[in-house]
């Protein structure tokens, strides 16, 4: 890490909340942008593993 550099870094103990779309900080946006992030992953890859042309024919 540069020694010039300041670190910011600070965790945030807080979990995702369905308000946080509508909050206007960095944490609520961060966590309502990356909800939506996995619940996109998480639908794309259930409809290609549940549509049966992506079935391993075996």
């Known amino acids: 890490m ?3 550099k300041e670190n910011n870094f600070k965790p945030v103990n807080k979990i995702y909340d369905s308000s946080d779309y ?3 900080n960095q944490e609520s946006k961060g966590l ?3 909800h939506e992030q996995v619940s996109d ?3 794309v890859g259930d409809m290609m593993t549940h549509d049966p042309s992506n079935q391993d024919k075996g």
């Open 41 to 43: 992953s998480y639908m």
């Open 2 to 4: 540069n020694k010039g």
């Open 22 to 24: 509508e909050k206007n």
């Open 32 to 34: 309502a942008d990356t």
